[in-house]
T-cell receptor
Framework: ETGVTQTPRHLVMGMTNKKSLKCEQHLGHNAMYWYKQSAKKPLELMFVYNFKEQTENNSVPSRFSPECPNSSHLFLHLHTLQPEDSALYLC?????????????FGPGTRLTVT | QQQVKQSPQSLIVQKGGISIINCAYE??????FPWYQQFPGKGPALLIAIRPDVSEKKEGRFTISFNKSAKQFSLHIMDSQPGDSATYFCAGGSGGYQKVTFGIGTKLQVIP
């Protein structure tokens, strides 16, 4: 596999469920990101990890819990979500944190909360 | 607060025509302005980017024009093709690490 992969690609969950999204990057990058993409809204940065350390939490509700066990893997743990959390969740990675801003995105997980 | 304002939200262009998407930013700390292209079912991919020390950057049929004093920049797609049909996002980047603020996106449709 190459690039940034995300699983699952589609997820339907009830408001009381607990689920996790997985992201894996095969690019040797050191920074990883979670974004939320909703219709008619700009991409919303949720979390940033640099060298496995969380460096950004963009006021995300605690029902979203990220985990970065190493520089290649990123998880987003979900619990007691709301219908308005339905969106496309994108993972991205980038080479470093010194001014090179190109981010490589995965295909996303389409989440529907019922 | 929307730090990067993008317009139009949708655009229909005839094949061979010029597609123009405009963006304006508020944060003067931005020092990098990328454009991303997203096809259905895919994540965004970097298309072209510019730093504020240049006024124009061209890569093939894609050109960014940048006006620092007006805090505006635009993407021009020359000789637009149906394969260019996608959603385009402008963005601004700043900070010591990679924090990028995106515009709302423009859905471009190029019709034959």
């Amino acid at each position: 596999e190459t690039g940034v992969t995300q699983t699952p690609r589609h997820l339907v969950m009830g408001m009381t469920n607990k689920k996790s999204l997985k992201c894996e990057q095969h690019l040797g990058h050191n920074a990883m990101y979670w974004y939320k993409q909703s219709a008619k809204k700009p991409l919303e940065l949720m979390f940033v990890y640099n060298f496995k350390e969380q460096t950004e939490n963009n006021s995300v509700p605690s029902r979203f819990s990220p985990e970065c066990p190493n520089s290649s893997h990123l998880f987003l743990h979900l619990h007691t979500l709301q219908p308005e959390d339905s969106a496309l969740y994108l993972c991205a990675s980038s080479p470093d944190n010194h001014g090179t801003y190109e981010q490589y995105f995965g295909p996303g997980t389409r989440l529907t909360v019922t | 607060q929307q730090q990067v304002k993008q317009s139009p939200q949708s655009l229909i262009v005839q094949k061979g025509g010029i597609s123009i998407i405009n963006c304006a930013y508020e944060n003067t700390a931005f020092d990098y302005f990328p454009w991303y292209q997203q096809f259905p079912g895919k994540g965004p991919a970097l298309l072209i980017a510019i730093r504020p020390d240049v006024s124009e950057k061209k890569e093939g049929r894609f050109t960014i024009s940048f006006n620092k004093s007006a805090k505006q920049f635009s993407l021009h797609i020359m000789d637009s093709q149906p394969g260019d049909s996608a959603t385009y996002f402008c963005a601004g980047g700043s900070g010591g690490y990679q924090k990028v603020t995106f515009g709302i996106g423009t859905k471009l449709q190029v019709i034959p």
